[in-house]
């Protein structure tokens, strides 16, 4: 990953929807999560992932895994995956 890339937990406020994160290195995180600690439209968790300057989509392969639906937000579109086990 560039330099000043970063990745890091996002949660609604209030709510302790992710249970768990960890960083193993500066390219790899996961994380836990509780959607039942959420209510109403405040049932989700996610991560905010900055490439920082100097990453290259159309050079470089971004992987993203997940067990559950995995929606994808970039500046230029929306999608949604639903990824199988």
Same mark, same amino acid.
Do not use: H
């Given at each position: ?38 209510? &109403?439209?405040?049932?989700?968790? &996610?991560?905010?992932?900055?490439? &920082? ?33």
């Amino acid at each position: 990953m560039p330099v000043g890339s970063s990745i890091i937990d996002m949660e609604p406020k209030g709510y302790n929807t992710v249970t768990g994160f960890t960083q193993t290195s500066s390219s790899v995180a996961s994380f836990t999560y509780d959607l039942a600690n959420g209510t &109403g439209d405040n049932r989700w968790a &996610g991560a905010l992932i900055s490439l &920082g300057s100097g990453f290259n989509l159309a050079a470089n392969d971004l992987v993203i895994s997940a067990v559950t639906r995995v929606r994808v937000i970039t500046r230029w579109c929306w999608r949604t995956l639903k990824v199988t086990k």
